[in-house]
């Protein structure tokens, strides 16, 4: 059984910094990729970043520059280091795991089956 938990939101001032972790568990021959989603109430999901497990990572252009998306492996965790922070960012953050056959920029979120309930980031000016 696969399942993904994410972990470290909280809240900051504008400017900022915070590191979100997703601990996957089942994940190894049934998921390829790894990808980091927000959403706010009243608005579609958005694609933040993904990484996929041969390391090739991208992000979405509303945070290049500021977020940075790595894996470890050998724990099955993969990270989200969320600096410049603003009030813009605020969202529930989920991560999630997929089977990604062909890439889209944007990932897609029906290309990921594996889902975690979210963690709050809030952000203040």
């Known amino acids: 059984q696969v399942q993904v938990a994410e972990s470290g939101g909280g809240s900051v001032q504008t400017g900022g910094s915070l590191r979100l972790t997703c601990t996957g568990s089942?994940?190894?021959?049934?998921?390829?990729?790894m990808a980091w989603f927000r959403q706010v109430p009243g608005k579609e999901r958005e694609w933040v970043g993904g990484i996929y497990t041969g390391g090739s990572a991208f992000l979405a252009d509303s945070v290049k520059g500021r977020f940075t998306i790595s894996q470890d492996n050998a724990k099955n965790q993969v990270y989200l280091q969320m600096d410049s922070l603003n009030p813009e960012d605020t969202a529930m953050y989920h991560c999630?795991?997929?089977?990604?056959?062909?890439?889209?920029?944007?990932?897609?979120?029906?290309?990921?089956?594996?889902w975690g309930q979210g963690t709050q980031v809030t952000v203040s000016s």
């Open positions: 089942g994940t190894a021959h049934r998921t390829n990729t």
């Open positions: 999630a795991a997929g089977l990604v056959r062909k890439h889209y920029d944007p990932m897609r979120t029906q290309d990921f089956d594996y």
